[in-house]
């Protein structure tokens, strides 16, 4: 180990931070996917600090997701996090134009009547019958998610006759009702036991809950939960300038004079 | 605007109290969300028939989801308001 020169710390940083640094550096010039990094014994002597600033220095680049420790083994370079965008789009179509391969395995189908969450979701009564598919996502053969859909039979009867179709929105659009419009609210939690399961994930329980309904032009069409992995999934959310926010003209009782329109 | 369009401005902005009751509208990218000065002014079940697919409220801020037409209602209530 090569660890007789001392590197020196930057002007003004914390002394962790010239560790974080070095590390940052060697994990992406040199070290690959699974690569332990040097010992806090090496870097304590490397950097002439204490074990408690390697250790700090190691935790941020946990936390931020580039490292992550396996109890007992060490401390390795975590697999790069694949950034999704928010689109309404298919999560096969997403890896696609990722350059990985979408995979598929069909947990469970079937027939079910809405339930209140659902019901409230696309407007529809409790009652209302149900498509239900339960699927695990692969991207380049790593499970990435756990996927729940429902779609009203009415709008599609024969939607599950052939088996669950590779993509429920083609589906759907193949049958005039092509999704044009959606809403996601996410959620930050913890997998359940069978999610931890059926997502191999073997360091954090971490994940992303994704509650998502689809429009299509004629109304609700789909509701669905994704539960994506937290050690390999992460979200980009494109932003763009607020609209300037509506005020009425003549402010009815005008108490404050002067600045009702600031839009 | 088409008259269509209008008349649908005009049902959204009666459902929600009406130009009276509005503080203010921010129009997001798929939702009014909007200030009202008497929430129990709004009536939910005529935004719903105005083609709202989903109405939250939270205090005085009610929350109309209408779509990705949300650009145009959004310039109708202007004129209106």
Known sequence: MAATTQAKAPKGGHKYQAVRAYLADLIVSE??????????????????????????????????????????????????????????TTFGEEARRRGMVPGTQVLESGTTPAGRLVAEALGCGEDELMHYVERLRFADGTPMGVERAWVPVHLAPDLLDDGVPDSLYDALKVRGHAPTWGEDTILAAEATAKELALLAMNGGRAVLRAHRRTFSDDGACMYSQMCYRGDRYSVVVPLREARPTIVPRVQPDADDTADGADG | MTAADAARAAAILAGLGGVENIEEIDPCTTR?????????????????AAGAYGVMTTGRVVQVVVGPQVDTIASDLADLM
């Open chain 1, 31 to 88: 070290l690959a996917v699974g690569d332990a990094v040097p010992s806090e014994r090496v870097l304590t002597e490397k950097f002439g600090v204490s074990r408690m600033t390697v250790r700090q220095a190691l935790d941020a680049l946990v936390a931020d997701g580039v490292l992550q420790r396996e109890q007992g083994r060490g401390t390795f370079v975590a697999p790069q996090h694949t950034d999704f965008e928010m689109r309404l």
């Open chain 2, 32 to 48: 009014l969300r909007s200030l009202v000065k008497d929430p129990t002014l709004v009536d939910v079940a005529a935004l719903r």
